[in-house]
């Protein structure tokens, strides 16, 4: 259902794209970075506590605009 709304480089949890998918796409990144400059930065981080500051009621309207069936919404 929500396969088509995603990135290619979304590769969390979705079938057929796991660590290997992303290592590929990483690596054709820096190919192409390298192709233009010798030289580049990258930064790596991890936002502590992510999904528990999301606003779930935020959150469930927006599926509810994509989820039309009840059931499937109670879970």
Request: glycine fraction near 6%.
């Amino acid at each position: 259902m929500f396969e088509c709304s995603l990135i290619d480089t979304n590769v969390a949890t979705r079938k057929g794209k796991g660590s290997g998918y992303g290592i590929l796409k990483l690596k054709e990144y820096i190919h192409k970075i390298l192709l233009k400059q010798d030289t580049f930065y990258y930064l790596k981080f991890d936002i502590k506590k992510y999904f528990f500051n999301i606003d779930h009621e935020i959150l469930k309207q927006l599926l509810r605009r994509k989820i039309v069936e009840p059931d499937v919404l109670n879970i």
